[in-house]
């Protein structure tokens, strides 16, 4: 079975210009293939940044990024969502997703589409969509790609609890199908109790891994009993950070 | 719609005001039908028409070339920005003058003076517009390695057309203006050739069914051309009213 890329990620330092601070100084965090892993950590601590360094966007930094004994950029198309949906606004939503695969075509993108929901979507600009919407577009175009890495930043917010149940069960079948490794960040410790096997606390400037937790039943076995024993150990290490 | 209230006034106007200065409508239509017909409105319009499009081509192209590299090299801009602020406060006038005396009363001073005006304003205009691009959008296609052409097609193109179609838009009814008053200046036809003659005859109705003519035109070209072009290619922005 196909597994997805190893990460080695070594940060010797981020610093934004004119930031009086490193975001991050000696960050080491190794991926292992295949594995989900939720970033977690409060709202400012650098997970947008550490994720966009990992996606090649970012590369104004001492240290490397390796995908699979690849650097960053030269290692394949990630699936990538922004923490914004970052919809093309002349594009309709079919168009948007094509965008991002040149050889995706347009049934493709309408049966990715279909899966997050938007199946009657398709002929729609961004502006005639909701936030929500976009949101789903967003995550079907970095679907599409058919990526063996998928990065996504903050992928489940503004979506209503049935649709959130939905997509986290898309998300687990699309994890046990294909194995991508997968890094996402969230804020919500459900997103990270579901479908995560292994949780990243950020915390601290510079940014480091205050708690890295593993959370070895695989996803699609979790009872109810499992997601809540999760969730409140990952609490539990998020509130003894706060401290 | 405005334009039928705009005439009525007019009728009425000429109805009071009995003179051989203030024409009504209706003899203005006669004598446009008369010109068209028999006369040479046909051959001015179509040169003045013709003028206007090879300066109107050129200058966009132009412009917008010279505008993207304003807005994306550093040093052109730097280099050249004075340049720009003059020809953007030339006097229309001097520009064909001086090169009516250069390039002698031709066709090709004539083109060439309506382009240089011209040409100041589109790069204004493409230069704001390439500096306003999103950068969001460039890691879009940097995530998703997008190919140069992709970019150029997907993200680039589409961003500059709104700018483009305005410099087309403002840069239009300059080019209707200035193109008349250089034939005034000096040319062997055309619509601003045959008004300035008749002005020297006091032809009050022919000057304005030449006008109405050319606006009507200029009308056709708005509603009938411009307009549904911009509806259609900025399709994607939502609808203001
Ligand atoms: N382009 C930038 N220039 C300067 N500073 C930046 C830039 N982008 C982010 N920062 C700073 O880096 C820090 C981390 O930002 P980042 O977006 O990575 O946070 P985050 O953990 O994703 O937060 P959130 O949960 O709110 O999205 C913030 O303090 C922010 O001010
Ligand atoms: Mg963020």
Same mark, same amino acid.
Request: hydrophobic share 55%; aromatic share 8%; proline share 5%.
């Given at each position: 079975?196909?597994?997805?890329?190893?990460?080695?990620?070594?940060?010797a330092?981020?610093?934004?210009?004119?930031?009086?601070d490193?975001?991050?100084?000696?960050?080491?965090?190794?991926?292992?293939?295949?594995?989900?892993?939720?970033?977690?950590?409060?709202?400012?601590?650098?997970?947008?940044?550490?994720?966009?360094?990992?996606?090649?966007?970012?590369?104004?930094?001492?240290?490397?990024?390796?995908?699979?004994?690849?650097?960053?950029?030269a290692?394949?198309?990630?699936?990538?969502?922004?923490?914004?949906?970052?919809?093309?606004?002349?594009?309709?939503?079919?168009?948007?997703?094509?965008?991002?695969?040149?050889?995706?075509?347009?049934?493709?993108?309408?049966?990715?589409?279909?899966?997050?929901?938007?199946?009657?979507?398709?002929?729609?600009?961004?502006?005639?969509?909701?936030?929500?919407?976009?949101?789903?577009?967003?995550?079907?175009?970095?679907?599409?790609?058919?990526?063996?890495?998928?990065?996504?930043d903050?992928?489940?917010?503004?979506?209503?609890?049935?649709?959130?149940g939905?997509?986290?069960?898309?998300?687990?079948?699309?994890?046990?199908?294909?194995?991508?490794?997968?890094?996402?960040?969230?804020?919500?410790?459900?997103?990270?109790?579901?479908?995560?096997?292994?949780?990243?606390?950020?915390?601290?400037?510079?940014?480091?891994?205050?708690?890295?937790?593993?959370?070895?039943?695989?996803?699609?076995?979790?009872?109810q009993?499992?997601?809540?024993?999760?969730?409140?150990?990952?609490?539990?290490?998020?509130?003894?950070?706060?401290d | 719609m405005?334009?039928p209230?705009?005439?009525?006034?007019?009728?009425?106007?000429?109805?009071?005001?009995?003179?051989?200065?203030?024409?009504?409508?209706?003899?203005? @239509?006669?004598?446009?039908?008369?010109?068209?017909?028999?006369?040479?409105?046909?051959?001015?319009?179509?040169?003045t028409?013709?003028? @206007?499009?090879?300066?109107?081509?050129?200058?966009?192209?132009?412009?917008?070339?010279?505008?993207?590299?304003?807005?994306?090299?550093?040093?052109?801009?730097?280099?050249?920005?004075?340049?720009?602020?003059?020809?953007?406060?030339?006097?229309a006038?001097?520009?064909?003058?001086v090169?009516?005396?250069?390039?002698?009363l031709?066709?090709?001073?004539?083109?060439?003076?309506?382009?240089?005006?011209?040409?100041?304003?589109?790069?204004?205009?493409?230069?704001?517009?390439?500096r306003?691009?999103?950068?969001?959008?460039?890691?879009?296609?940097?995530?998703?390695?997008?190919?140069?052409?992709?970019?150029?097609?997907?993200?680039?193109?589409?961003?500059?057309?709104?700018?483009?179609?305005? @410099? @087309?838009?403002?840069?239009?009814?300059?080019?209707w203006?200035?193109?008349?008053?250089?034939?005034?200046?000096?040319?062997?036809?055309?619509?601003?050739?045959?008004?300035?003659?008749m002005?020297?005859?006091?032809?009050?109705?022919?000057?304005?069914a030449?006008?109405?003519?050319?606006?009507?035109?200029?009308?056709?070209?708005?509603?009938?051309?411009?307009?549904?072009?911009?509806?259609?290619?900025?399709?994607?922005?939502?609808?203001?009213?």
């Amino acid at each position: 079975m196909a597994t997805g890329p190893e990460l080695k990620i070594d940060i010797a330092e981020k610093r934004f210009p004119g930031a009086p601070d490193a975001l991050f100084a000696g960050l080491r965090l190794d991926i292992a293939p295949s594995s989900v892993v939720a970033l977690v950590g409060p709202s400012g601590i650098g997970k947008s940044t550490l994720l966009r360094m990992i996606a090649g966007i970012d590369t104004d930094f001492s240290g490397s990024v390796e995908i699979g004994g690849q650097a960053a950029r030269a290692a394949p198309t990630p699936g990538f969502v922004f923490q914004d949906p970052r919809l093309l606004p002349w594009l309709t939503a079919i168009d948007n997703i094509r965008a991002a695969d040149p050889d995706c075509t347009h049934e493709q993108a309408m049966e990715v589409l279909g899966r997050v929901g938007l199946a009657g979507a398709g002929a729609l600009y961004p502006y005639q969509l909701s936030g929500g919407m976009q949101r789903r577009v967003a995550l079907a175009r970095a679907l599409v790609v058919n990526a063996r890495l998928l990065l996504l930043d903050e992928p489940f917010v503004s979506l209503d609890r049935t649709l959130v149940g939905e997509i986290h069960a898309l998300f687990a079948r699309l994890v046990a199908e294909s194995r991508p490794t997968v890094v996402f960040v969230s804020h919500l410790t459900e997103d990270a109790a579901a479908l995560a096997d292994r949780a990243v606390l950020l915390g601290h400037r510079p940014a480091c891994i205050v708690a890295d937790m593993s959370l070895p039943i695989a996803g699609a076995e979790r009872d109810q009993a499992t997601l809540e024993r999760y969730r409140a150990m990952l609490d539990g290490a998020l509130e003894s950070d706060g401290d | 719609m405005s334009l039928p209230l705009l005439l009525t006034i007019w009728q009425v106007l000429s109805m009071i005001i009995v003179n051989r200065l203030f024409p009504s409508p209706i003899m203005v @239509a006669q004598v446009m039908w008369d010109a068209a017909t028999e006369g040479r409105l046909l051959g001015d319009l179509g040169k003045t028409l013709w003028r @206007a499009a090879m300066s109107f081509v050129i200058a966009m192209a132009l412009g917008t070339a010279i505008g993207i590299a304003f807005g994306r090299v550093r040093w052109v801009d730097r280099l050249f920005s004075g340049w720009l602020l003059v020809g953007l406060n030339l006097p229309a006038i001097v520009i064909a003058i001086v090169l009516y005396i250069w390039l002698g009363l031709n066709e090709l001073s004539l083109i060439l003076a309506v382009i240089l005006n011209k040409v100041p304003l589109v790069i204004a205009t493409v230069r704001e517009g390439v500096r306003s691009f999103s950068d969001d959008l460039d890691e879009l296609g940097t995530v998703f390695r997008m190919s140069a052409l992709r970019r150029l097609r997907l993200i680039f193109i589409p961003q500059l057309t709104p700018f483009v179609l305005a @410099a @087309a838009r403002t840069g239009l009814s300059l080019i209707w203006k200035i193109v008349l008053v250089f034939e005034v200046l000096g040319s062997d036809g055309g619509i601003g050739y045959r008004i300035s003659i008749m002005f020297q005859f006091f032809n009050i109705s022919g000057i304005l069914a030449y006008t109405t003519a050319f606006i009507l035109v200029v009308l056709a070209f708005e509603y009938g051309i411009m307009r549904p072009l911009e509806r259609r290619i900025l399709r994607w922005r939502p609808v203001r009213n």
